[in-house]
Every structure is written in structure tokens, then in C-alpha cells.
């Protein structure tokens, strides 16, 4: 079977030293070809691979690779005939080369090699398009959207009214944009959701009643939105996302939230209504966030954690409820200490 991502080109083992700011170890060539990048225990002669964990030094004994980045105190252990490229930091120069080789897969492309409007996309007459923007087949674009050069729309997905995206963006298949509006080089996944009414009901004697969702969404330049995300509108402000932040799949945004720059959001963490983030927040797996909260700045919130208060800027807090992170460890500590005493203690219930 054919890779699925082909790269671009080839690079010496030389040109991957200067690329990096890697020292070649003495001896090892210069002018061998690299073609592709791999793990250790796959890696073939025209791969490139890293090492920077001592869990992995009996993969790098058998490993076939032709070259390997390595830090400094593992060098010595790259067997003889593999180019050993020695740095301080050895994945982000593998992150660097594999960018080098694979261009393309730094944003998606047409599933259908489209180029232009398809003649299956249905697109309103009032909405304007610059030139150079791919539409795919069944993708909807509806009246007066604006799409900039450059962007991709993708199968299967609706832009709607008066939504304005900019240029060198990706929209993937079966995505909907709705009630936004979205800067440069935004990259949307398959099956996202942005746009779509918040969760917004009055409870009432005979039930709840609908609250008008009125604002929008408004995602900044350099935004990666994952696959089946959902980010609402906002209800009486608009939902912002800073520019660079990263959301992982199967994130939940609710309405008038304001994200910051250059947040990490993993994947199934839930953000309720009207939270405020501060820049580069980094928030793990399946964090949950009550409503009408701030985050501050540089906060870091552990996997799993429940969120129901402020969390200031620059702290690491986990643990449900959400505190900080040594007190939340050392909560866990004492009562795995009185479980342990217990079964000890030897004792039956009577």
C-alpha cells in the first residue's frame, strides 16, 4: 500500500545538520539521503528517527535507521553506521525536518484534487469568493458569505449567511460555519460545528423557555479548530478565540466564552457559558469548566479536572474539585495512606 502523505523532497544528512543546528558525529557522512521520518523500531535506511528517553535506547541498538537525532549523553550509544545528529533538543529538530519533508501535511487539501469550484458545490449568487478558493463537491456557501484566497472548503460542508472566513483557510468535510467570523490560516476539521446556537433556556413553571442566541463567533488568524469540535455563538457577547490556539477534538466551547492567544485545549474538556481565558492557558483531557469563571493566564489545568472557581494566572491546578496541584496530590497521599492503614488493620465487619 502506497504512503498516504508522499514527501516532498529529500534532504543529506549534512543539510539536516544545518536545518536543525545538529553537529554531525565525527566520522558519520554527510551526504547521505534521507527520505522519510520514522520510530526506531521501523525505521529504514532512508528514514530519519529521535532519541531523547532512555526507555528507548534497546530500540535505538537494533534500529535500521540512517539517521538518528539524538541529545548529547546518548550519542555514543548510535551504533556505527547510522548518522548520529547530535542537539540539545532532539524532537523539535525531528518536528523541524519532518515540516521540511512534508509541506503539504501542515494543512489539509482537497479530498477530490478540486481545483476551483466544483460544479456539485452549491453556491449562492451573493456570496463572493476570491479568486484562488477550492470548493468541493455538496459543500453549501450561502447569501453574501466571504471567503478569501486561498481557502480550502471541503466536501459536504456549509458556510452560511454572512459568514466570513480569510485567507489560506481549510474548512473540512461536513463542517458547518455559521454566525462567524474567521481570520487567516484557520484550520477546521471534519464534522466541527461553529456557530450553532448556545445552550441557553429560562426555567419556568410550564418549562424552559428559549433565550435568543444574538452575537457570534469570532476565531483570530492561526486558529486549528479538531475534528467534531463545537464552539456556540455567543448569546449577549460574541465566543472569541485568540489567534495560535490549538483545540483538540471533541471540545466543547460554550456561548460567550473568550478564549485567549495560543491556548491548548485537549480533547472532551467542556467549557461552559461565558468563561474568560487568559493567554496560553493549557487545559489536559476531559477538563471541565463551570460557568462565569476566569482562567488566568499560563494556568495549567490536569486531566480530568472539575474546574468551579478562579483559577489564577500561572497556576497548575488539577483534581476534582479543581485546586492546586500540590494540595490535590497531597489530598490523594493521605487517603491512600488511611485505605492502606485499613487493610492493615485486618478487621471484618460484624
Not at 525505521?43 to 528507548?56: E, M, Q, R, T, V
Request: charged share 20%; with cysteine.
Amino acid at each position: 500500500m502506497p504512503d498516504l502523505v508522499t514527501p516532498s523532497c529529500e534532504l543529506t544528512t549534512g543539510e539536516i545538520a544545518t536545518l536543525t543546528r545538529a553537529t554531525l558525529r565525527e566520522g558519520d557522512p554527510a551526504d547521505r539521503r534521507i527520505r522519510n521520518v520514522a520510530p526506531l523500531d521501523t525505521a529504514g535506511p532512508s528514514d530519519i528517527s529521535f532519541l531523547d528517553n532512555s526507555k528507548y535506547l534497546g530500540e535505538l541498538a537494533g534500529t535500521r535507521a540512517g539517521a538518528c537525532l539524538v541529545g548529547p549523553r546518548f550519542t555514543g550509544a548510535v551504533p556505527r553506521g547510522i548518522a548520529a545528529l547530535e542537539t540539545a533538543h532532539p524532537y523539535p529538530a525531528f518536528v523541524a525536518v519532518t515540516r521540511k519533508l512534508f509541506p503539504d501535511a501542515l494543512r489539509p487539501a482537497s479530498l477530490l484534487a478540486t481545483r476551483g469550484r466544483a460544479e456539485a458545490a452549491q453556491i449562492h449568487p451573493t456570496a463572493r469568493l476570491e479568486a484562488g478558493v477550492t470548493v468541493d463537491p455538496f459543500a453549501v456557501i450561502g447569501p453574501r458569505a466571504e471567503i478569501g484566497s486561498g481557502t480550502l472548503i471541503g466536501p459536504g460542508a456549509v458556510i452560511g449567511p454572512d459568514v466570513r472566513i480569510g485567507r489560506d483557510c481549510a474548512v473540512g468535510a461536513n463542517a458547518s460555519v455559521l454566525c462567524a467570523l474567521i481570520g487567516d490560516r484557520v484550520i477546521i476539521h471534519p464534522g466541527a460545528r461553529i456557530g450553532q446556537d448556545g445552550f441557553g433556556y429560562l426555567p419556568s413553571a410550564k418549562g424552559y423557555q428559549k433565550i435568543p442566541q444574538t452575537r457570534r463567533v469570532i476565531i483570530q488568524d492561526d486558529v486549528e479548530i479538531g475534528a467534531n469540535a463545537t464552539i456556540d455563538r455567543g448569546a449577549s457577547r460574541d465566543t472569541v478565540v485568540g489567534e495560535g490556539t490549538k483545540i483538540d477534538n471533541l471540545v466543547q466551547i460554550g456561548h460567550n466564552t473568550s478564549i485567549g492567544r495560543h491556548c491548548v485545549i485537549v480533547s472532551q474538556t467542556g467549557i461552559s457559558g461565558s468563561v474568560t481565558i487568559g493567554d496560553f492557558v493549557t487545559m489536559a483531557g476531559q477538563v471541565g469548566v463551570a460557568d462565569h469563571l476566569n482562567i488566568g493566564s499560563g494556568a495549567v489545568l490536569g486531566a480530568k479536572s472539575g474546574v468551579m472557581s478562579n483559577v489564577p494566572a500561572k497556576a497548575r491546578w488539577g483534581g476534582f474539585p479543581a485546586r492546586p496541584a500540590r494540595e490535590w496530590l497531597k489530598g490523594v497521599a493521605m487517603v491512600r495512606k488511611l485505605v492502606l492503614r485499613g487493610d492493615e488493620g485486618g478487621g471484618e465487619e460484624a
